[in-house]
């Protein structure tokens, strides 16, 4: 079996560095923790990370004046920053230590794994191999007039090997070195290219997008999507190389997209086209009645049939909506209470608390603000979120329920006393149709938390659980209190139709 590499998180105790740390794991990492300065120094000897997270601020040091001393230890060691508030200047001092990435909030526990993976995958395809071969040839590289011919021949052979679009840009963002696959991409012929401004090469809009932020104009992207004329996408990453520049590396992703396209249109069309002939189905149930008198065993068949029908429709207008949620078009905005909702979703839940006998245990300040934010949605949120800690929870259990304002932020927590989630199932709770392996004996779609997080997403927030398996599960939502709309596309609306 492989070794698991193994992520140093350097953060102060927080709910992110639970949340980082679980997620990592759930996904077959091997995590250490850092708890100070004293620490880290020890873990970096007697260990070989794969990774090191650090903290912005960490046990009350600069974390990124950290990182700098520990990049001329271990050079070949990827770094990525966590910050509460990524400003432009942090973003420039990022880049200008040749760090990997950062992350910064809103956090999801995807956003936390695929910037791992990133760097890692960085580190080896692109980093390895650029440290060895381009380390050799630095003093080279800056003073390309004399770079011999054989050194030039075998850095050429590397990127010509390599799949991927790969470009090398120098501090002053001039084309070092250019592969075909990028050349090819773009259309651009390689000798003519080399040593010219790379904003003077490229004209591609997604591109420029990426790298017009290395000059120091806009704020700096670390990924973007390029959407070619054909119909072909591909995923553009832009990472510093200490002493040498930028790595501009692209991998095409059009495969993914078009499955995640036919298989959204495969769930909204067979929804719409089974809508229609279960409402006929209701309607000639709710008729059989009416055309003349049921013995018991009739009646009983019938409400069988009804309910298992009523079933099914609920599972498909959950789908709509998760096809409506993810297509952009929940646009609708208005300043509500989040603790009112809270009460609506109580009193329709009060068959199964009372049926359980759950207590319900709220700490909910008098003066919460007001959210900007879709009800509908909203409610839907509460309603499986709030739902699910009611059903999981043991007979005569207990659910507490908080919610709290920081900031410029709503903070709701549910917890219950349920069963629990294991720890490898936690990463794939909120994907679509995924349940927990421990939750054989309980109905379920796979739907509701995923339709949690489309929501959640919608509103620019965050949502992750903790849990302990026999001891019951947390599920925190994080939503900011004026959410914009954002459209398909990537633009944000501020003034949405139906707000307030």
């Not at 806009?218 to 790595?247: C, K, M, N, W």
């Not at 007979?395 to 006393?417: C, F, K």
């Not at 949690?452 to 509103?459: G, M, P, T």
Request: aromatic share 6%; net charge negative.
């Amino acid at each position: 079996m492989p070794k698991k590499d193994l992520i140093l998180l350097a953060l102060d105790e927080s709910h992110t560095l639970k949340l980082m740390d679980r997620a990592l794991q759930a996904v077959n990492y091997e995590t250490a923790i850092a708890g100070n300065t004293k620490a880290l120094s020890r873990l970096l000897q007697e260990t070989t990370p794969a990774l090191l997270m650090i903290g912005e601020k960490f046990d009350g040091h600069d974390g990124m004046a950290i990182v700098e001393e520990l990049i001329e230890r271990f050079p070949t060691l990827p770094f990525l920053v966590y910050s509460q508030k990524a400003t432009p200047e942090f973003v420039k001092r990022i880049f200008k230590l040749g760090i990997n990435g950062y992350l910064a909030p809103p956090l999801r526990t995807d956003d936390i794994v695929d910037t791992v993976e990133g760097a890692l995958k960085h580190a080896n395809r692109v980093g390895d191999w650029l440290r060895r071969e381009v380390r050799r040839t630095t003093s080279s590289l800056k003073k390309r007039a004399q770079i011999s011919e054989a050194e030039r021949s075998r850095l050429e052979a590397v990127f010509n090997s390599i799949h991927d679009s790969v470009m090398m840009l120098d501090e002053e963002n001039n084309i070092l070195l250019i592969n075909p696959a990028m050349c090819a991409a773009f259309g651009l012929d390689e000798k003519s290219s080399i040593g010219k401004p790379v904003l003077d090469v490229i004209q591609h809009p997604d591109l420029r997008a990426l790298l017009a932020g290395n000059g120091g104009t806009e704020d700096p992207l670390h990924h973007h999507e390029v959407s070619f004329p054909d119909g072909r996408v591909a995923s553009a990453q832009l990472t510093a190389i200490p002493d040498i520049g930028y790595a501009v590396t692209m991998q095409d992703i059009t495969y993914l997209k078009e499955i995640d396209r036919v298989r959204n249109e495969v769930v909204h069309t067979v929804s719409h086209d089974l809508r229609s002939p279960l409402t006929s189905v209701i309607g000639y149930t709710e008729l059989i009645s009416r055309a003349g008198s049921l013995n018991e065993h009739q009646q009983d068949f019938l409400k069988r049939i009804q309910d298992s029908v009523q079933h099914i429709t609920a599972r498909i207008n959950d789908l709509l909506d998760l096809g409506s949620i993810e297509a952009g078009l929940d646009i609708r905005r208005e300043w509500v209470q989040l603790d009112g909702l809270l009460r609506y979703t109580l009193d329709m839940l009060q068959g199964q608390i009372k049926a359980k006998r759950i207590k319900i245990q709220m700490n909910i300040p008098p003066a919460l603000p007001a959210l900007r934010a879709n009800p509908v949605r909203l409610r839907q949120v509460l309603d499986n979120v709030v739902g699910n800690a009611i059903k999981y929870s043991h007979d005569d259990g207990e659910v507490r329920i908080s919610i709290q304002a920081e900031g410029d932020q709503i903070i709701l927590q549910v917890t219950d006393n349920g069963p629990g989630i294991p720890i490898q199932d936690q990463s794939h709770i909120f994907d679509k149709f995924y349940r927990g392996r421990n939750l054989y004996n309980q109905e379920g779609s796979g739907l509701g938390l995923a339709i949690v997080k489309s929501i959640v997403d919608a509103h620019q927030g965050r949502v992750w659980v903790e849990s302990t398996v026999g001891q019951g599960s947390s599920f925190f939502i994080v939503l900011p209190i004026n959410s914009p709309v954002i459209l398909p596309g990537g633009n944000k609306l501020t003034g949405a139709p139906g707000s307030k």
